[in-house]
Antibody, heavy 118, light 108 residues
Framework: VQLLESGGGLVQPGGSLRLSCVASGFNFNMYAMSWVRQAPGKGLEWVSSISVRGGSTYYADSVEGRFTISRDNSMNTLYLHMNSLSAEDTALFYC????????????WGQGTLVTVSS | SSELTQDPAVSVALGQTVTITCQGDSLRMYFVTWYQQKPGQAPVVVIYGKNNRPSGIPDRFSGSNSGNTASLTISGAQAEDEADYYCNCRDTNASPVVFGEGTKLTVL
């Protein structure tokens, strides 16, 4: 299993960014997927999840209305569109596979860093 | 969303047994998952479900649940167990999951 995130970088407050996560080594279209972030020196924070076919999406209160999760099963790719970014969104964003028979995030990428600063 | 509470830091002498706890209302309904995170690395599952260990995780790691409290026990802690440990479970509210704040384990 491999999850490879990209799209992070430096963005100004109020700006937008799109993160991508390319999956390989498993049947991507059989698993729910999520984004989890970790601010520098802080703990893990669940951000958003999407069901197998993309019909159901979920968001943390802190990003609701600003972030949009989506997936392209034909491309084995997970996305996170982020708008109205603020300094509080600065974090390492991980892509994670929901496995363990629906009990845990059993695979993680190495993360992509988003820095929001002027 | 619900909360999961963990002690910020715990220490253990090399070779001794240590227990890390996680408290929250969601734990009355759902099993906990424990993740280990070492500096600069992504989290790794050490315990999930009803005390299940993924392949490659030493059997010195075990988990238990009682009421609103989940525990991760490391029996005979090794230097390589020094890491941050996070609990995680399904949430009773609208969001699917919630993480604990993490416990920094120091092996002396």
């Amino acid at each position: 299993v491999q999850l490879l995130e990209s799209g992070g970088g430096l963005v100004q407050p109020g700006g937008s960014l799109r993160l991508s996560c390319v999956a390989s080594g498993f049947n991507f279209n059989m698993y729910a997927m999520s984004w989890v972030r970790q601010a520098p020196g802080k703990g893990l924070e669940w951000v958003s999840s999407i069901s197998v076919r993309g019909g159901s999406t979920y968001y943390a209160d802190s990003v609701e209305g600003r972030f949009t999760i989506s997936r392209d099963n034909s491309m084995n790719t997970l996305y996170l569109h982020m708008n109205s970014l603020s300094a509080e969104d600065t974090a390492l964003f991980y892509c994670a596979k929901w496995g363990c028979d629906g009990a845990c995030f059993d695979s993680w990428g190495q993360g992509t860093l988003v820095t929001v600063s002027s | 969303s619900s909360e999961l509470t963990q002690d910020p830091a715990v220490s253990v002498a090399l070779g001794q047994t240590v227990t890390i706890t996680c408290q929250g209302d969601s734990l009355r309904m759902y099993f906990v998952t424990w993740y280990q995170q070492k500096p600069g690395q992504a989290p790794v599952v050490v315990i999930y479900g009803k005390n299940n260990r993924p392949s490659g995780i030493p059997d010195r790691f075990s988990g238990s649940n009682s009421g609103n409290t989940a525990s991760l026990t490391i029996s005979g802690a090794q230097a390589e167990d020094e890491a941050d440990y996070y609990c995680n479970c399904r949430d009773t509210n609208a969001s699917p999951v919630v993480f604990g704040e993490g416990t920094k384990l120091t092996v002396l």
